[in-house]
């Protein structure tokens, strides 16, 4: 008996003696207690973002609620015209003279982060950023609020931790529980939020992660609840299936759907390399952008803001085909205009516009086609919002949970989960990628096609090489510069020089002096690189 319990003595330590050192080795219980101070501070954040955009609406609309089309109805034509124009005035003198980046920033600024180790991210300017997207939306400018909203929870989240000196790991748990912070305060949705942070943030699912992730998103979610309440974003009646006859029109919907999130991305990476080959004063960007939306909007004041009481309209049956259609074709253009024009804002928001529009017109015809067989165009706009924003967010599970907390609409859950797979399958077969992605691969950073290329672009020549010896000449001859690697360059391209030039070991130079050597790089040292930072990589996502 007792050699029996000196038996399951051993095999219990050595069970959880080695996973407790790695919990303190990796920082998780300083993870855990910042994780909940996060989701305080985001929800905050989250909070006072919302009323910026209020106040900036109250004086040319004079309200501060969500209902813009409705109020702008009720403004002189100029009103309506001029207000974005000015509105985008005040954006470029902040573009000019305040953000180090001369643009707004986003969710795909996060997503950069995440592959450096959440470095990059500065408050001071991810306040400014969430200001000039505030008076963005406020003035009218057509974009959603949760792009500026998910940088400024991670921006909160990467000041916290950057004097702690927690290892990467940690730093990128901790950025995530900032965004899912925002998310689920933004959109009283806690659940979408950890998912979001999960999919899309970090890029993968992980068991170490769940927990500072729901912490941060519980405690946002109730900070939220207790100012604005615990209802749904869009209150929308019960809708149900009629028949499972349905389902081919669901897979229908979901093509379709493909197709309007496909265009839209389309729209807007086309309209921004437009834009930036038109020469124009940085300060004057927005205001000629917002002067263009202002214009659209003197007819269909539906396009401006972020849309939710339209895209509620939608939900409940109450716009005609007609006008769905045309506000596809209106809101991918102001939104495109928007973003490619600096102003700040984010692309969920108009995903879900769009995706109700497709979806109450797909509705409206189904059940003309076979009248007493077809749901109600509110649920296929409830199917269509989930699929179109799943497809260009490049995240089918948390938008499809997302889509479940906002309209409350679980019933709905086996014609939501078909639709949003065949519009995200498409989407990729097309595309490759999502928005977010193609946005960071314009950056040079690529993150749809494995870890791998991530870590052969983020690590630098001067992490790899090992400095200089005493004995070893700092003079580069003059006909060895082209066997030499700058210091700045990345692994990529030196692993491709070691294949070209067939060498075992290269000199690195100071990139600002070619002539002076700093160190040297082996073929070998730089494959021992590569190959720890991917073994690390494999096991941050697999704990």
């Not at 920082?27 to 209020?54: E, N, S």
């Not at 927005?286 to 849309?307: D, S």
């Not at 000449?473 to 070691?498: H, K, V």
């Not at 100071?510 to 690189?529: H, K, M």
Request: hydrophobic share 50%.
């Amino acid at each position: 008996m007792a050699l029996r319990r000196a038996q399951f003595l051993d095999t219990a330590r050595r069970w959880t003696i080695p996973n407790l050192k790695h919990f303190q080795e990796t920082r998780q219980p300083i993870v855990w207690l910042l994780a909940p101070l996060i989701g305080l501070a985001t929800g905050v954040a989250a909070i006072l973002f919302r009323l910026a955009i209020g106040v900036f609406q109250w004086p040319w609309l004079q309200t501060m609620s969500e209902h813009v089309a409705a109020a702008a109805r009720q403004q002189p034509w100029w009103v309506v015209m001029l207000a974005p124009a000015v509105g985008g005035l005040f954006v470029g003198l902040l573009l000019r003279y305040a953000l180090t980046a001369k643009r707004t920033v986003a969710v795909p600024d996060v997503m950069e982060a995440r592959v450096n180790g959440g470095r990059g991210l500065r408050l001071g300017q991810g306040l400014i950023s969430a200001l000039a997207s505030a008076l963005s939306l406020g003035s009218g400018a057509s974009a959603g609020r949760e792009g500026p909203i998910v940088h400024l929870g991670a921006s909160i989240a990467v000041t916290f931790s950057q004097h702690l000196n927690l290892p990467n790991s940690a730093r990128r748990t901790l950025l995530a529980s900032g965004a899912a912070g925002a998310v689920a305060a933004s959109f009283n949705a806690p659940i979408a939020g950890v998912l979001f942070a999960q999919e899309v943030i970090l890029g993968h699912f992980s068991i170490r992660t769940f927990v500072p992730l729901v912490l941060s998103a519980v405690v946002a979610t109730i900070l939220s609840q207790a100012w604005f309440g615990d209802v749904a974003a869009f209150v929308v009646p019960s809708y149900s299936i009629a028949s499972y006859l349905e389902v081919p029109a669901f897979v229908l919907l979901g093509i379709i759907a493909a197709f309007v999130a496909v265009v839209f991305q389309l729209t807007i990476l086309s309209t921004d390399w437009a834009a930036r080959n038109v020469k124009m004063p940085l300060v004057m960007r927005p205001v000629v952008g917002g002067l263009m939306v202002g214009v659209m909007a003197i007819w269909f004041p539906e396009i401006l803001g972020v849309g939710y009481d339209t895209t509620d309209a939608a939900l409940k049956d109450q716009l005609a085909i007609n006008t769905m259609l045309l506000l596809i074709v209106l809101k991918t253009l102001a939104t495109a205009i928007t973003l490619s024009s600096r102003f700040g804002g984010g692309v969920f928001s108009p995903a879900l516009y769009l995706g109700a529009m497709t979806g109450g017109a797909f509705g409206l015809i189904v059940a003309e086609l076979f009248p007493g067989l077809g749901s109600s165009e509110g649920l296929y706009a409830i199917l269509g919002m989930g699929a179109v924003a799943a497809a260009v967010l490049g995240a089918p599970i948390s938008t499809t949970v997302m889509v479940f907390e906002l309209t409350g609409g679980f019933e709905l859950s086996l014609a939501l989960l078909l639709t949003v797979a065949v519009a995200n399958g498409i989407n990729q077969a097309v595309l490759g990628r999502s928005l977010f992605q193609a946005q960071l691969e314009s950056r040079g950073i690529v993150l749809h096609e494995g870890p791998h290329r991530t870590i052969m672009k983020g690590l630098r020549v001067s992490d790899i090489m090992r400095p200089l010896e005493d004995n070893e000449p700092a003079e580069l001859p003059e006909g060895d510069r082209e066997r030499a690697l700058p210091a700045d360059e990345s692994l990529e391209t030196a692993l491709r020089a070691f294949d070209t030039l067939g060498a075992e070991s290269l000199p690195v130079v100071d990139p600002y002096d070619r002539s002076r050597i700093v160190g040297r790089i082996s073929q070998t040292r730089a494959l021992r690189a590569f190959n720890r930072e991917l073994i690390a990589t494999s096991v941050e996502e697999h704990r």
